[in-house]
């Protein structure tokens, strides 16, 4: 079984639930208390053992480039006038030399062919996908209980939870094989099927554990839900022929696509920031007896 050392981040999106904040600004940028997405994917990441970086892009989306380069001028003045704090802050933005790459998707035909855009960066190797609108906290960060789901299962592992029945037609859902309450076998996959048409209410998080041949499905291009190439149908593909398997990860997500969800995260956060938390409860309070 080969290590799990890469991960692919889509980030080509347009974010039009966010306009007008996401006009010049990509919505992987937009900050979560003081960190944006991006960063908290890949810190996600790395956390969980991987090494090797493929952010899937697209116009307007240098910034996202930038945060990971190293910013001399900042960096060098800030050393000079001996602002060290504000130094490392910056920590978390630096990766290995050669270590992050990028490609384009010139074209916006889906979640699947975002994915198969980064295949020459796949190439053999087992690979993680975070989709860095999907935002989770955890004890354990939720990649790195998805590679340990890896490491025990051999296969793909995609991380999973319910959601109101009404809400199926907004997630790729599962058809559940055995199931021990962590660990769910997938029988099947569908991607945003209509409420009364849905397998069951499980719904695909934005973390997987793919193994390379669904990429072999993806250039198939078949066109799914919306008229998109989408993942959930390349990934339906390999069932039957690699193990397959939901994980009930430990954990609480916030879909930061959304408005209110994006605020959710804003406050959840805030709270888990020591210095943060009593400003943040105090205000909380006021307002909510308003
Ligand atoms: C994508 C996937 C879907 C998954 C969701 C998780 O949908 O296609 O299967 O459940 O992410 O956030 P999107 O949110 O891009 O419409």
Same mark, same amino acid.
């Given at each position: /079984?080969?290590?799990?050392?890469?991960?692919?981040?889509?980030?080509?999106?347009?974010?039009?639930? &966010?306009?007008?904040?996401?006009?010049?600004?990509?919505?992987?940028?937009?900050?979560?208390?003081?960190?944006?997405?991006?960063? !908290?994917?890949?810190?996600?990441?790395?956390?969980?053992?991987?090494?090797?970086?493929?952010?899937?892009? %697209?116009?307007?989306? #240098?910034?996202?480039?930038?945060?990971? @380069?190293? =910013? &001399?001028?900042?960096?060098?003045?800030?050393?000079?006038?001996?602002?060290?704090?504000?130094?490392?802050?910056?920590?978390? #933005?630096?990766?290995?030399? %050669?270590? /992050?790459?990028?490609?384009?998707?010139?074209?916006?035909?889906?979640?699947?062919?975002?994915?198969?855009? =980064?295949? =020459?960066?796949? %190439?053999? @190797?087992?690979?993680?996908?975070?989709?860095?609108?999907?935002?989770?906290?955890?004890?354990?960060?939720?990649?790195?209980?998805?590679?340990?789901?890896?490491?025990?299962?051999?296969?793909?592992?995609?991380?999973?939870?319910?959601?109101?029945?009404?809400?199926?037609?907004?997630?790729?859902?599962?058809?559940?094989?055995?199931? @021990?309450?962590?660990?769910?076998?997938?029988?099947?996959?569908?991607?945003?099927?209509?409420?009364?048409?849905?397998?069951?209410?499980?719904?695909?998080?934005?973390? !997987?554990?793919? /193994?390379?041949?669904?990429?072999?499905?993806?250039?198939?291009?078949?066109?799914?839900?919306?008229?998109?190439?989408?993942? #959930?149908? %390349? /990934?339906?593909?390999?069932?039957?022929?690699?193990?397959?398997?939901?994980?009930?990860?430990?954990?609480?997500? &916030?879909?930061?696509?959304?408005?209110?969800?994006?605020?959710?995260?804003?406050?959840?956060? =805030?709270?888990?920031?020591?210095?943060?938390?009593?400003?943040?409860?105090? &205000?909380?309070?006021? !307002?909510?007896?308003?």
């Amino acid at each position: /079984m080969k290590p799990l050392r890469k991960a692919v981040l889509p980030v080509a999106g347009l974010g039009t639930r &966010f306009l007008p904040a996401t006009k010049a600004v990509a919505k992987e940028m937009l900050p979560v208390v003081d960190k944006p997405l991006i960063q !908290y994917a890949v810190e996600e990441a790395r956390a969980a053992g991987i090494e090797q970086f493929c952010m899937v892009t %697209g116009r307007g989306k #240098t910034a996202l480039v930038e945060h990971f @380069d190293i =910013a &001399f001028e900042l960096e060098d003045t800030l050393r000079a006038r001996g602002k060290h704090d504000a130094l490392a802050l910056l920590e978390g #933005t630096q990766v290995e030399p %050669g270590s /992050m790459v990028t490609v384009r998707q010139q074209v916006p035909l889906g979640l699947g062919h975002a994915i198969w855009c =980064a295949r =020459a960066f796949i %190439g053999d @190797d087992p690979f993680a996908i975070l989709l860095p609108d999907d935002l989770v906290l955890s004890e354990t960060p939720c990649l790195k209980q998805l590679a340990d789901a890896y490491t025990e299962t051999g296969g793909n592992v995609v991380a999973v939870t319910e959601v109101p029945r009404a809400h199926t037609n907004r997630y790729g859902i599962l058809e559940i094989g055995r199931d @021990d309450g962590r660990l769910v076998e997938v029988k099947g996959l569908v991607e945003k099927p209509l409420p009364d048409e849905a397998p069951s209410n499980l719904s695909i998080i934005g973390r !997987y554990v793919l /193994m390379p041949q669904v990429i072999a499905e993806l250039s198939r291009m078949d066109r799914g839900a919306g008229g998109e190439v989408q993942l #959930t149908d %390349g /990934m339906a593909r390999l069932i039957g022929r690699q193990p397959f398997h939901g994980l009930r990860y430990e954990g609480r997500r &916030f879909d930061c696509g959304d408005k209110a969800g994006f605020l959710e995260a804003q406050i959840a956060f =805030a709270l888990k920031h020591k210095d943060l938390a009593p400003a943040v409860r105090a &205000f909380l309070r006021r !307002y909510a007896n308003d």
